[in-house]
Each structure stands twice: as structure tokens, then as C-alpha cells.
């Protein structure tokens, strides 16, 4: 278990310890709970974000889907129109 020293204003370090209260209660470790699924929340965001921009960036190259052997639908089949 790793420990992080860091430092916030006054208003976050207040919102955030009554909303840490008050969805897992005073009990020992609610604010490293807390703020576990805080920095897991935004590592997951932030991996979502760059998905997303990969994809773009992809969709932006464009896909090469080979080429059009065909005129009609009906070239795809070996039918001859009109026999059953």
C-alpha cells in the first residue's frame, strides 16, 4: 500500500471529507477509502479519454475495405434471374 502526501484548498479538503462521511460513514480508513476510489474514477476517465481519442484518430485514417466486385445485389448470387 502506497502512501501520497499532497496538498488541496481548504473548500475540496471540506466537500470532499463530509461527502467521504456521509456515503461511507466516520469508521477507520473511510478517507483513504474515499480517496481510493476517487484516484481510480479518474485513472479510469482519463484511459477512457484516450481510448476515445485513439478511436478518433483511427476513424479519421479511414479503412480500407477492399474493393467493389459488384454492380447489383443480384451479382453476389449465382442465380440467373427468372429460373427457380
Not at 443480384?74 to 427457380?84: A, C, F, I, M, Q
Amino acid at each position: 500500500m502506497g502512501t501520497i502526501t499532497i496538498s488541496i484548498d481548504d473548500d475540496t479538503e471540506r466537500r470532499f471529507r463530509e461527502t467521504a462521511k456521509k456515503k461511507l460513514g466516520t469508521r477507520k480508513g473511510y478517507l483513504g477509502e474515499a480517496t481510493t476510489e476517487a484516484l481510480n474514477l479518474w485513472v479510469y476517465k482519463q484511459t477512457q479519454e484516450e481510448i476515445a481519442r485513439d478511436a478518433l484518430s483511427l476513424m479519421e485514417q479511414g479503412f480500407n475495405l477492399g474493393e467493389h466486385y459488384y454492380n447489383e445485389r443480384k451479382d453476389l448470387y449465382d442465380r440467373k434471374s427468372g429460373s427457380r
